[in-house]
């Protein structure tokens, strides 16, 4: 079982920045990408990031690309979400989820573990 813990949320005006973190904790988190994904009231589940086992691929929604920023660190078992430029459309409880390397990490059926989430809200 692995859990997952998201933190960083808040309120913050347009054009600010936030920086979300994802701690997994239990079993060994080796092997599984990381996704980030919204909801909006109102909306569906939907993807923002995602990355890699290693770190060394990444992919964004197109909504995001260029403001916003996925890494992590494993030596924490931390990934991040670095988000500038915020817009009132970023609002949204943001969670992380775990997919199976291999596994497409577009698809949030196709995830294993999912975090609490961590409310964002952007005010215009």
């Known amino acids: 079982q692995v859990r997952l813990v998201e933190s960083g949320g808040g309120l913050v005006q347009a054009g600010g920045s936030l920086r979300l973190s994802c701690l997994a904790s239990?079993?060994?988190?080796?092997?599984?990408?990381t996704g980030w994904f919204r909801q909006a009231p109102g909306k569906e589940r939907q993807f923002v990031a995602a990355?890699?086992?290693?770190?060394?691929?990444?992919n964004y929604a197109d909504s995001v690309k260029g403001r916003f920023t996925i890494s992590r660190d494993n030596t924490k078992n931390t990934v991040y979400l670095q988000m500038n430029s915020l817009k009132p459309e970023d609002t949204a409880v943001y969670y992380c989820?775990?997919?199976?390397?291999?596994?497409?990490?577009?698809?949030?059926?196709?995830?294993?573990?999912w975090g609490q989430g961590t409310q964002v809200t952007v005010s215009s």
């Open positions: 989820g775990a997919v199976r390397y291999g596994t497409s990490w577009f698809d949030r059926r196709n995830y294993d573990y």
């Open positions: 239990g079993r060994s988190f080796s092997g599984y990408s």
């Open positions: 990355i890699d086992w290693s770190g060394g691929s990444t």
